[in-house]
């Protein structure tokens, strides 16, 4: 694959990037594309390493060393198809997964892994500057119908397959765009959304019905969702966003991050004056998370004209290289620098907040922390501990609490009635994805928890198998066996 010694000749070269001061002046992806001939040198460093351990770093098993070989001898076209063959969005991964490929690339055992997911990237936007990427309609319907509930990756790659088996697809969404978190959760300068309106272009040429502002379960009924349709499959996300219950925290200006982002977004898409948004604009700001949430809250901070962007995590800093005990080819634990770090955060680890301190008239002015340690015993979860005397207080007019998601909502449970597990998903096994009531079917973060993009696209596709052998008595679709997908 590749070059057989291109892997010996040409170094890992990845995307530069405007600079920081620069690209902070506004919302649009700041990535600077490499040329060509480039992109063909970083396919050549795919090693014919005999087994490609990518194929299960990846959870869609994407055929990583054939769209490598492709690019390389400058076949894009044959490429994207393979690309396609076990990835309905590269586009959206091209830009937001974390490339646990990589992390898997043999290559990467002693030198930097190949420029995986760069290559996506580009060879799906080839293929649409290309006019390649067309709607594929099925050609016959089976008269069968399925209900989509939630439009994130979860839900459109499920339509997606859905549709090209012939069935009469609907996606429900209680937004008023389609996109959940793709649209709603990720800043516009990490993926423009023209990204996505031009993907549901593709879908809905191919068939599928979009029905927004329809929240099943609130203006939707759900017995009527049964009624109407041959199946279901549940696809809204873990969503419960997790609280941090210390003193303070109902005062004005501790926010949960996910409403900061997704007003800033549809400030970006020109729904609502900036007015409307939670501004950074002046003040100093604390991000509370240390994950890609986080990062996010960052980035549009800057943006807005903060005075100051603080991060705080409560785990400790983690290593700058490979961790012993996660060697490759799994996902390590290490440090990760974004570009929105870059950009003007300070951080610190191993910090607990304990405290948000009000003005006396109901609005946020700062918090106390202090600083902690994990201890470690074998055979028992790690134990938090406050160190003594470490205890601070910091100006804070804005906290943002990226810390993450607990699980799904129960509204949809509830209505449909289906049993949940201890951390709020709803239950249902990779052997069918088949919940306990017949005929509905539930994928992505609302099965697994929260979880990544790429996650979300296979678990949409995998339930769509299922749904198409539950509805058929066989299906056609691709499969993929999940015993050689490692949790990420």
């Known amino acids: 694959m590749g070059k057989i010694t291109g892997f010996l000749e040409f170094e890992r070269q990845n995307e530069q990037y405007i600079a920081p001061k620069k690209r902070i002046k506004n919302y649009k992806e700041f990535t600077i594309p490499l040329e060509e001939d480039k992109l063909k040198d970083q396919g050549a460093r795919c090693m014919d390493c005999g087994i490609p351990f990518c194929h299960s770093g990846c959870p869609l098993g994407n055929l990583i060393p054939d769209f490598n070989d492709k690019v390389y001898k400058g076949k894009w076209k044959e490429a994207a198809e393979i690309l396609h063959k076990t990835n309905n969005f590269p586009e959206f991964t091209g830009r937001l997964c974390p490339a646990p490929c990589e992390e898997a690339c043999v290559l990467g055992i002693n030198e930097d892994p190949v420029t995986i997911e760069n290559i996506e990237k580009n060879i799906v936007e080839t293929a649409f500057e290309e006019g390649w990427i067309t709607a594929q309609p099925p050609k016959v319907r089976t008269g ?89 499959v549940l696809c809204g996300g873990a969503t419960v966003r997790r609280s941090i219950p210390i003193p303070g925290s109902d005062l004005k200006g501790v926010t949960q991050a996910m409403d900061f982002l997704k007003l800033n977004n549809q400030y970006v898409d020109g729904l609502v004056d900036f007015e409307a948004v939670i501004s950074a604009e002046d003040k100093h700001v604390i991000v509370i998370g240390g994950g890609d949430t986080g990062s996010d809250c960052i980035g549009t901070s800057n943006r807005h004209g903060a005075k100051s962007v603080t991060n705080f995590e409560i785990l400790d800093r983690p290593t700058e290289g490979r961790p012993a005990h996660q060697p490759w080819p799994y996902w390590p634990m290490k440090l990760r620098t974004s570009s929105s770090h870059k950009e003007g955060v300070e951080r610190f680890f191993s910090i607990s907040t304990k405290e948000f301190l009000g003005d006396g008239k109901g609005n946020l002015k ?58 709020t998903n709803i239950q249902a096994t990779t052997k069918d994805y088949a919940t306990n009531v017949p005929g509905v079917f539930v994928a992505g973060d609302m099965r697994r928890g929260q ?38």
Not at 479 to 487: G, I, N, V
Request: include cysteine.
């Open 144 to 232: 069968k119908s399925v209900a989509v509930v939630g439009s994130g990756p979860a839900g459109l790659a499920a339509a997606q397959q859905l549709n090209r088996a012939g069935h009469s697809v609907t996606v429900f969404e209680r937004d008023a765009k389609v996109g959940g978190l793709l649209r709603y959760g990720i800043p516009d300068f990490k993926m423009e959304k023209h990204v996505i309106d031009r993907r549901l272009k593709v879908l809905e040429e191919e068939g599928i019905t979009f029905k927004t502002n329809a929240h099943v379960g609130a203006n939707v009924d759900a017995n009527q969702l049964k009624a109407d349709f041959d199946a279901v």
């Open 451 to 488: 979880s990544l993009i790429v996650w979300a696209i296979s678990e949409g596709r995998q339930a769509a198998h299922h749904v198409d052998a539950y509805l058929m008595g066989e299906s056609h679709l691709p499969l993929k066996d999940d015993s050689d997908l490692p949790r990420v």
């Open 366 to 423: 700062g918090l106390k922390t202090v600083e902690v340690e994990w201890l470690f015993k074998e055979g028992e979860r790690p134990q938090l501990k406050e160190i003594a005397g470490t205890e601070k207080e910091w100006e804070c007019d804005l906290a943002l609490l990226a810390l993450g998601f607990t699980g799904s909502e129960k509204t949809l449970a509830e209505q449909f009635g289906l049993e949940m597990d201890f951390r």
